[in-house]
Structures are given as C-alpha cells and as structure tokens.
C-alpha cells in the first residue's frame, strides 16, 4: 500500500501511520532500528530498494531523507509505504525543499521508532563531518559509500580525517568474504611470517585500497596496491611467505581460485555483494568497528601503482 501526503508535515505524517496500523497492522512491532537514508532523487529508487530487500534480515523503520532544491519556500512532500512495497517494514519517503533540505536531522526526529537505535546511510556522497551532520548526530552507525563517488580514493582519505566511533562503509562491507579466506589460510600451516603483499584491484576499487591497507596494519609488512582496469573491483590478493606465495584471485565471471604451496587449487564463487547484501552486512553490528578503523589508518601505509594493462586500457 502506497499513500502520498503532498505539502505536509510530520504530525501528518505520524497520524496517517496511526491510520493505516489500525488497517494493516503493526508492520515494525518487531522493528530492531530506524534506518535514514539520506539521497538525492538520483539515488532515491536504487537505494529505497536496497532498503527494502534488506529488511527482510533487518526489519526496521526506514525513513528516507530526498534533498531537493534548497531555492523557493520549505516544502515537505512524504509518501508511506507498507507491505509488499516495503519490504518488512514501514518506508517513508519524505522529500525536502527550501531550507528543510538543511535539517534533515529535524524533520525525522519525531518519525524515529522510540527505544531503538538509529542508523544512517548515504548512498552517494555523504557529508564531510559525518557524524557532526544533521542526520548523523542522531545515529549510533553511519553508513557511506566510497564505491559511489567520482573519487573512491579521495572519498576514503576524507573518512580516515574525520573518522569518528559508528562510522562505516560498504566498501568494507563488500570485504568481508575476502578477509575472512585470508585470514582462515594464514591460520593453517605453515605458520610463517608473510613478508610482502600485493593487492590488486580496479583504479576505482574502494575496496582493493581498504583490504590494502587492512593487511598493512595487520601483517606489518610491505603492501603493494595495485591499481587494474576500472569496474572489477577486488580481483587479488598475492601473500608471500618464505615456503611460497598464497594467491587468491577472482576472475571476471566472479568465480575465485585460491592457490597454496603443496595444496591443490581451490575453486569457488566469489561473487560481488549487490547493494543491499552489503547493507545487510553492515546493520548485522551496530557497535563501533575498530578493525576498519584501523584499515582507514593503514591507507597511507600502502604503496599504490598503476599496471601497465591498466595504463593501455
């Protein structure tokens, strides 16, 4: 069920949810966060979706935060959600304009569900000071997302400045499986230092820079990053040790092969999480997670290079 409230307000807003429980019931009596998102009408659809799928393992109060022009008078323009167009959840999707597009944290404050914690995601570029914004006081995780900047890079380097405890990104969270093979292969035998690393992954891979850099703080040892065609993402991970390198390579049908000195080859999907797997991934923790921290710190402990396909192509 879909109900628009053109040029409202939140009280209209709450009475109307009033409404429809009484005709559909409580959707979020079992709700465990609210989750923000706060876009633009660019990145509203995908990321309403991903919302949406990803409450099926969280369910939740989402609210969704749409800037608008900031010319002309305030404006709030809401659209509720419910059922099977929300996923487990209730969805309201409140459109800002005027000044309202500068307090966003305001508008949903009285739309957050009472006693539970509060998550914020910008699935675009979010603010400089992440949790000094509007929307990101009110949080206890914040969520961005390097991969969708024009510089992923940069937009880490900007995180790492003004990381504070609760933030997080999904570039991280896309790192998951990864971490986890290496580091179940570093605790099998033999059980010897790894003295070089060489990560390998697209020019625009937030995701290749943070498993970098994550192994440099973790292994204490030379880190290499380097830079492959745009749009792979994460394709290697090269570990070498004294009785032979550790390989785990992922190729373009997103099939893995995970190589080892005196073992057979392992061969195994490796897929890229789609957008709402990886928001899946990081609502499952809303505590402060101090090993991408560290990863952020570990950026400019890696040595970054171009390959030469990646200079032809």
């Not at 807003?13 to 966060?33: H, I, N, W």
């Not at 991970?237 to 390198?245: L, N, P, Q, W, Y």
Request: aromatic share 2%.
């Amino acid at each position: 069920m879909i109900v628009n409230l053109p040029d409202c307000s939140t009280r209209d807003v709450s009475k109307q949810l009033v409404r429809l429980r009484s005709q559909v019931g409580a959707v979020t009596q079992g709700g465990v966060m609210t989750l923000v998102i706060v876009t633009d009408e660019e990145h509203a659809d995908d990321a309403i979706e991903a919302a949406a799928e990803a409450s099926h393992e969280h369910p939740s109060r989402i609210l969704v935060l749409v800037a608008g022009s900031k010319r002309g008078g305030s404006r709030l323009d809401a659209q509720i959600r419910v059922g099977g167009e929300a996923g487990v959840s209730e969805l309201i999707v409140l459109r800002l304009a005027g000044e309202l597009v500068d307090h966003g944290g305001s508008v949903v404050i009285p739309l957050l569900l009472a006693d539970s914690p509060v998550v914020a995601w910008w699935p675009g570029a979010g603010p400089k000071e992440l949790a000094g914004s509007s929307v990101g006081r009110l949080a206890q995780r914040r969520i961005t997302d390097a991969a969708t900047t024009s510089n992923p890079r940069r937009e880490l380097a900007v995180r790492a400045d003004d990381y504070t405890h609760g933030d997080t990104d999904m570039a991280w969270a896309r790192t998951t499986r990864w971490r986890a093979l290496l580091a179940t292969t570093l605790d099998q035998e033999p059980f010897e230092q790894v003295t070089a690393v060489t990560v390998k992954g697209a020019s625009d891979s937030a995701s290749s820079d943070l498993v970098a850099a994550w192994l440099a703080v973790r292994l204490r040892c030379p880190v290499e990053r380097v830079d492959g065609a745009k749009g792979r993402g994460l394709i290697s991970v090269t570990m070498e040790r004294a009785s032979g390198a550790i390989v785990l390579e992922r190729s373009e049908a997103e099939h893995a092969t995970l190589t080892q000195p005196g073992q057979q080859p392992r061969h195994f999907p490796l897929p890229r999480p789609s957008t709402a797997g990886a928001l899946a991934e990081e609502l499952r923790r809303l505590d402060k997670d101090e090993v991408y921290r560290d990863a952020l710190q570990g950026l400019d402990l890696v040595k970054t290079k171009s390959s030469t396909k990646a200079k032809k192509s």
